[in-house]
């Protein structure tokens, strides 16, 4: 199985990627995780993302396009793999679908977790992320047992630089004029499936599951 997952910030993607990605087995490929290393170790490719993301634009394209298609010939997406957070311009969906034809591969499925801005606004404000291992919680409805503590790993909880209102503003912008576009690429193409992704995660998890039967 080659998913992607597509759909507006804060819509649950991540979340969602992780639950199946334990499930299945299928190894989450999460290109905001690969830049936010990047940037933590301070690596030439996280100084030049840095800048980007930290307005809420898009990273270029090349970069990101090189990213997934090194990760992907590892052994552990050999029996598929979860894209959470790309492709997110038609150029990338383009160059995935060569790739993957190079290697005898296609996407099987592309589901778009369908949320209301105002509701996006909210999730992205009050998330809090582990910095170790990046788990994901929310200062309302997902609160860690111990306050600033990640339950998981005992890391410290912060907030994304990119989770602030004016650079989320940004980012739903962006999401709309340049990632909206997919939605016809992968109706196009017979693959894409539409979930309500404003229920709670439990149900969003149990739509997601039904969208790749
Ligand atoms: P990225 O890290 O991919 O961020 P994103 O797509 O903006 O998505 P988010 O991680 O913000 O949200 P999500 O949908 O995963 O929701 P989550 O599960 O976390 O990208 C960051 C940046 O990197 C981009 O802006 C760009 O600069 C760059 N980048 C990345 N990929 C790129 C690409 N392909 N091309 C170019 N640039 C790229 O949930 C959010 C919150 O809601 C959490 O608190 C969670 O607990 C809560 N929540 C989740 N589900 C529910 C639910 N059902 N009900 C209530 N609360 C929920």
């Not at 087995?25 to 100084?47: F, H």
């Not at 552990?76 to 492709?87: E, W």
Request: aromatic letters at 4%; charged letters at 25%.
């Amino acid at each position: 199985m080659i998913l992607v997952l597509l759909g507006p910030p804060g819509s649950g993607k991540g979340t969602q990627a992780k639950r199946l990605s334990t499930e299945k087995s299928w190894p989450q490929l999460s290109t905001g995780d690969m830049l936010r290393a990047a940037i933590r170790i301070g690596s030439d490719l996280g100084k030049r993302a840095k800048s980007f993301m930290d307005k809420g634009s898009l990273v270029p394209d090349e970069v990101v396009i090189g990213l997934i298609a090194e990760r992907t010939q590892s052994p552990d997406c050999s029996q598929g793999f979860i894209l959470d957070g790309f492709p997110r311009t038609v150029p990338q969906a383009e160059s995935l679908d060569r790739t993957l034809a190079s290697r005898g591969l296609a996407t099987n499925r592309a589901v778009l977790f369908e949320v209301d801005d105002s509701q996006l606004v909210r999730r992205l404000s009050g998330r809090r992320t582990c910095e170790k291992c990046s788990a994901m919680y929310h200062v309302e409805t997902q609160q860690p047992k111990a306050l600033g503590i990640c339950d998981q790993c005992g890391g410290k909880l912060i907030q994304r630089s990119d989770d602030l209102e004016t650079v989320i503003q940004n980012r739903l912008k962006v999401y709309h004029d340049q990632t909206a576009p997919l939605v016809g690429f992968y109706e196009h193409q017979k693959k894409l499936r539409r979930i309500d992704a404003s229920l709670d995660i439990a149900s969003v998890q149990k739509a997601l599951a039904g969208s790749i039967q």
